[in-house]
T-cell receptor, first 112, second 115 residues
Framework: DAKTTQPTSMDCAEGRAANLPCNHS???????VYWYRQIHSQGPQYIIH???NNETNEMASLIITEDRKSSTLILPHATLRDTAVYYC?????????????FGKGTKLTVNP | DSGVTQTPKHLITATGQRVTLRCSPR?????VYWYQQSLDQGLQFLIQ???????AKGNILERFSAQQFPDLHSELNLSSLELGDSALYFC??????????????FGNGTRLTVT
């Protein structure tokens, strides 16, 4: 499985942009980058995903480098409710298994 | 609200017992996934069903089994329960079409406590 590397924890001030990095240097050409977050013990919440182009939705923006070896999730105006564990996942595109493999993620704390 | 419904929310049972966790996927989703999250293990993939058929298996114990019914709801059966089975169990579903380009949407889980 393509591995991802994320910082263990990050802090962000409320109202500022939160930029969460992820390295995935072994990603293959047809593998998507997914971002999820988990608030306390709730179910993981889908945020965004992309293949090679930058993506934006109502929650966040995803910036993928041209070589696809890293990406950044951007929460443009972080609020206290964005405090969560954020998971960057490379979705393996082979073998008929479409599962997501979760790592340890980044614990983002948004401070007032 | 992800649209994935899991019941019950909480379950407390004794060692050696058997329980059934239920999942209703989002309307129209054919794939169902089960995950286990315990304190020291993170989110672990257990098993996936697609339109009633087992599609992928992960770290699922032999004491655990699952199925997906014709109405697409799924059940995870846990038997001969041990203290270490205490965990959050999440169900997720995804759309048809390109499987790798379809996000999984998770329910809010069942918290199982084995005493």
């Amino acid at each position: 499985d393509a591995k991802t590397t994320q910082p263990t924890s990050m802090d962000c001030a409320e109202g500022r942009a939160a930029n969460l990095p992820c390295n995935h240097s072994t990603i293959s050409g047809n593998e998507y980058v997914y971002w999820y977050r988990q608030i306390h013990s709730q179910g993981p919440q889908y945020i965004i995903h992309g293949l090679k182009n930058n993506e934006t939705n109502e929650m966040a923006s995803l910036i993928i480098t041209e070589d696809r070896k890293s990406s950044t999730l951007i929460l443009p105006h972080a609020t206290l409710r964005d405090t969560a564990v954020y998971y960057c996942i490379v979705r393996v595109a082979r073998g008929g298994s479409e599962k997501l493999v979760f790592g340890k993620g980044t614990k983002l704390t948004v401070n007032p | 609200d992800s649209g994935v419904t899991q019941t019950p929310k909480h379950l407390i049972t004794a060692t050696g017992q058997r329980v059934t966790l239920r999942c209703s996927p989002r309307s129209g989703d054919l794939s169902v996934y089960w995950y286990q999250q315990s304190l020291d293990q993170g989110l672990q993939f257990l098993i996936q069903y697609y339109n009633g058929e087992e599609r992928a298996k992960g770290n699922i114990l032999e004491r655990f089994s699952a199925q997906q019914f014709p109405d697409l709801h799924s059940e995870l059966n846990l038997s001969s329960l041990e203290l270490g089975d205490s965990a959050l169990y999440f169900c997720a579903s995804s759309e048809t079409g390109d499987p790798y380009n379809s996000p999984l949407h998770f329910g809010n889980g069942t918290r199982l406590t084995v005493t």
